[in-house]
Antibody
Framework: QVQLQESGPGLVKPSQTLSLTCTVSGGSISSGSYYWSWIRQPAGKRLEWIGRIYSSGSTNYNPSLMSRVTVSVDTSKNQFSLKLSSVTAADTAVYYC????????????????WGQGTTVTVSS | DIQMTQSPSSLSAFVGDRVTITCRASQSISNFLGWYQQRPGKAPKLLIYAASSLQSGVPSRFRGSGSGTDFTLTISSLQPEDFATYYCQQGYSTPYTFGQGTKVEIK
C-alpha cells in the first residue's frame, strides 16, 4: 500500500528557510487521481493546510502563507517538497504530508494517506 | 475561507455509548467533507470521505451523514481504541480547512 515519509531538519533558525521532503512509496506520485499536500499542526492546535501540488506541477497555497511557501514535485524521485521562508517561532509545528483524493470535479473529499509527521522547531 | 465549526469541543463517554459529533461549514460544501481520527502523537487517520463513505478498513461503527453545511459523525458503540480527537475537513475549495477538533475522553 502507499506510504508517505517526511524528512528534513528538525531545527531551523529564525529568518531561515524550512525545507522538507515527502517520499512516496508503494505508488506513483504521477497518478492523476490525487493531489499531494502539506499540513501542519502546532502543539495543542488544529490542523492547518499549507498547500497542494498536482503531478503536472500545478500548485495552490494557503493565502495566509502564500508569500513564503513553495511546494514542488520531483516525479523521477517520487517525491514532493515544501519550502517555507523567513520562519519564526510561530512556524514551530508537526508537519505532515498527505495524499488528497481528487474527484472528477477536481474537488477533494478526503486525505486518505498521511505521513507519520515530523516535528520542526524554530529556535536560535 | 470556509470556516468549519465542530461541537462539542470535548465529551466524556462510557465504553459502549453512542457518540455524535457535529460539524458545520460556513457555506455549502455539498458532500466534500472528510472525518479524521487522531490519537496522541499520531497522524490523522481518514475515517469517512465524501461525507458518508466509510474508508477501507475502518470499523462499521463509524458513520458519517449530512450534506450542504451540516454534517455528523456517529460512533454507534464506543470502543476503548476510539478515545481520540476527531476532526472534520472540507475539500470544496482551497484553502482546505479543518474543524477545531472534538476530544473524546473516557468517563
Amino acid at each position: 500500500q502507499v506510504q508517505l515519509q517526511e524528512s528534513g531538519p528538525g531545527l531551523v533558525k529564525p529568518s531561515q528557510t524550512l525545507s522538507l521532503t515527502c517520499t512516496v512509496s508503494g505508488g506513483s506520485i504521477s497518478s492523476g487521481s490525487y493531489y499531494w499536500s502539506w499540513i501542519r499542526q502546532p502543539a495543542g492546535k488544529r490542523l492547518e493546510w499549507i498547500g497542494r501540488i498536482y503531478s503536472s506541477g500545478s500548485t495552490n497555497y494557503n493565502p495566509s502563507l502564500m508569500s513564503r511557501v513553495t511546494v514542488s514535485v520531483d516525479t523521477s524521485k517520487n517525491q514532493f517538497s515544501l519550502k517555507l521562508s523567513s520562519v519564526t517561532a510561530a512556524d514551530t509545528a508537526v508537519y505532515y504530508c498527505a495524499r488528497v483524493r481528487r474527484t472528477d470535479s477536481w474537488l477533494s473529499d478526503g486525505m486518505d494517506v498521511w505521513g507519520q509527521g515530523t516535528t520542526v522547531t524554530v529556535s536560535s | 475561507d470556509i470556516q468549519m465549526t465542530q461541537s462539542p469541543s470535548s465529551l466524556s463517554a462510557f465504553v459502549g455509548d453512542r457518540v455524535t459529533i457535529t460539524c458545520r461549514a460556513s457555506q455549502s460544501i455539498s458532500n466534500f467533507l472528510g472525518w479524521y481520527q487522531q490519537r496522541p502523537g499520531k497522524a490523522p487517520k481518514l475515517l469517512i470521505y465524501a461525507a458518508s463513505s466509510l474508508q477501507s478498513g475502518v470499523p462499521s461503527r463509524f458513520r458519517g451523514s449530512g450534506s450542504g453545511t451540516d454534517f455528523t459523525l456517529t460512533i454507534s458503540s464506543l470502543q476503548p481504541e476510539d478515545f481520540a480527537t476527531y476532526y472534520c475537513q472540507q475539500g470544496y475549495s482551497t484553502p482546505y480547512t479543518f474543524g477545531q477538533g472534538t476530544k473524546v475522553e473516557i468517563k
